[in-house]
């Protein structure tokens, strides 16, 4: 035997090692390929209807040249796939559920997966700003650790099934512009299989001192980095300025820069439950209004307004509620709850009440069935100061929303799966063109879907997701996760022995210290 064959079998016997010991291996794959306009047929799927009978049936969806071209019921038959996930140009789905792709609408880029980097005694929001401000020194500096965190969020995100996001990146005196310059090389690489869309975003404030009456460097920053033709969206924190006049000022400045290079606006508003703190929702409204824009004359495309956390907007009465949406009226605005993040920071000074903390977070299922207002869900941030738990996954918000606005009925499970679908696609500003008309899908939509493996229902794709999933661009397979499952009790000994290795098997103290086998002989 070659050494290199020898290599291959000692790699072979370590892979399954591995799997013996801890009982089940986790699968996944992206692929990265130029993507040709195929033809994909997915067969024995199940779709999202609302009509139960509909939904109980198994169906065909054929997907040409990036759009639904035809969706007809099944005959039942069997399809053989293909070996390579981009080669597959029939699925057989088994009965699984196809649901539209996932949507990250609001999530951070840059400062992911550094946790362990700051170090958190209180764990509050001033805090993170501090910890996360010192950890941001060396993102100018170390491109490769940038590249690398950044790579691992968006393959993850479409290792769940997510195709598109508007991902967050922080430009500041602190970091200049690298954090930009690793998402650009980030949005290129992935461009076939994820629509990154970019959104250059002021964390820190836009004025430095609470005298100032103009913006300083960092306003500076935020203004070259618009100058990139790739950046779809500008946005800042206007809660992070020294005081009230300058966070309405912020406002301002971010919808005037949107407005004069004809990107989409997108703020980080109100994050607090304060009842004594003015809400700024209003401020955004009047001046979206004054300086106008938004919509084409057409009505076929627009420049949107994004406004994520807004927990402020909790503490709303029924009346103020129904104000605010009539102040919306026809301005492109969608709220964005990001639960992970609002649930974690919010409502510390209530830790000694009786119940603690509130549910300080928007109230989604709530707020789209008794307002009709634009409202998506997001992940935000993973592993940092501001958000230390949960992960990528859009639809473990899902989860985690049944119990919170305890919403289990079958209207609010489908705004929750909206949410971080169609709503949230809605919110990144995309043409109606590229946005399905329902959950699910019909003749002309964009083919770009995610499979729930041994999923069946709309229920259970809410109430407990599968793991395993395939993950569908433009009509093409483009990434799949699988779960290899083993269980040493529902097995024979002698199955057991054939998937343990043999050096698992070997009793080496016995072949080391041969008075032990004489021992055990004679004792039995």
């Not at 400062?111 to 501090?130: N, S, V």
């Not at 460097?217 to 980095?225: G, H, I, V």
């Not at 989604?364 to 738990?389: C, G, H, W």
């Not at 996760?481 to 009793?507: D, G």
Request: net charge neutral.
């Amino acid at each position: 035997m070659s050494s290199r064959n020898r290599l291959g079998s000692w790699q072979w016997i370590q892979k399954l090692w591995r799997t013996s010991a801890e009982g089940a291996e986790k699968e996944a794959t992206v692929v990265q390929v130029d993507i040709p306009q195929s033809t994909l047929i997915i067969n024995n799927v199940r779709l999202a209807h609302v009509d139960n009978a509909l939904a109980e049936q198994l169906w065909t969806v054929e997907c040409k040249r990036g759009k639904v071209g035809q969706v007809s019921l099944s005959d039942g038959s069997d399809v053989v796939p293909l070996p390579d996930a981009h080669a597959w140009h029939h699925i057989d789905a088994k009965g699984s559920l196809l649901l539209p792709s996932l949507c990250h609408s609001h999530i951070h880029l840059d400062k992911c997966f550094i946790l362990d980097r700051c170090k958190c005694e209180f764990g509050d929001f001033t805090e993170a700003m501090k910890v996360t401000a010192r950890a941001k020194q060396d993102f100018r500096y170390d491109t490769d650790d940038l590249l690398r965190r950044g790579r691992r969020l968006i393959r993850e995100s479409i290792e769940c099934g997510v195709t598109s996001m508007r991902a967050h990146v922080e430009v500041d005196s602190i970091v200049g512009l690298s954090c930009l310059t690793a998402a650009l090389q980030l949005r290129n690489k992935f461009k076939t299989t994820c629509n990154v869309q970019i959104a250059v975003f002021a964390q820190e404030p836009l004025f430095d001192l609470p005298a100032d009456t103009m913006p300083g460097s960092n306003y500076c920053f935020l203004k070259q980095a618009l100058e990139d033709p790739e950046v779809e969206a500008v946005g800042s924190a206007p809660y992070v300025e020294p005081n009230a006049a300058q966070a309405k000022k912020n406002i301002t400045l971010i919808l005037e820069l949107a407005a004069r290079t004809g990107l989409h606006a997108d703020f980080h508003l109100d994050y607090n439950i304060d009842p004594d703190t003015e809400p700024l929702v209003w401020e955004v409204i009047r001046e979206a209004k004054r300086i106008g824009g938004w919509i084409s004359t057409d009505g076929e495309s627009y420049r949107g307004i994004t406004i994520g956390h807004a927990t402020r907007l909790q503490l709303f009465t029924p009346d103020q509620w129904q104000e605010l949406k009539e102040a919306i009226g026809e301005l492109p605005i969608t709220l964005v709850g990001l639960p992970n993040s609002d649930m974690y920071m919010q409502g510390r000074g209530d830790t000694d009440k009786p119940l603690g903390p509130p549910r300080s977070t928007l109230r989604v299922p709530y707020i789209a069935r008794k307002y009709d207002l634009q409202i998506a869900m997001s992940v935000n941030n993973v592993e940092n100061a501001f958000t230390p738990q949960g992960s990528v996954d859009p639809l473990a918000l899902c989860i985690l929303g049944v119990a919170l606005f305890q919403s289990a009925t079958p209207r609010d499970i489908r705004t929750l799966i909206r949410s971080v679908t169609l709503t949230s696609k809605r919110a990144l500003g995309m043409a109606p063109s590229d946005l399905p008309q329902d959950l699910f899908p019909q003749k002309g939509d964009p083919a770009d879907f995610v499979i729930m493996h041994e999923t069946q229902t709309l229920n259970q794709a809410v109430l407990n997701p599968s793991h395993d999933r395939t993950t569908i661009r433009g009509g093409v397979v483009i990434a799949r996760r699988l779960t290899k499952r083993w269980i040493a009790c529902s097995q024979s000994r002698a199955a057991v022995k054939l998937v343990l290795p043999w050096y698992r098997r070997v009793k080496w103290s016995y072949m080391l210290f041969p008075p032990l086998l004489l021992y055990k002989f004679l004792i039995n």
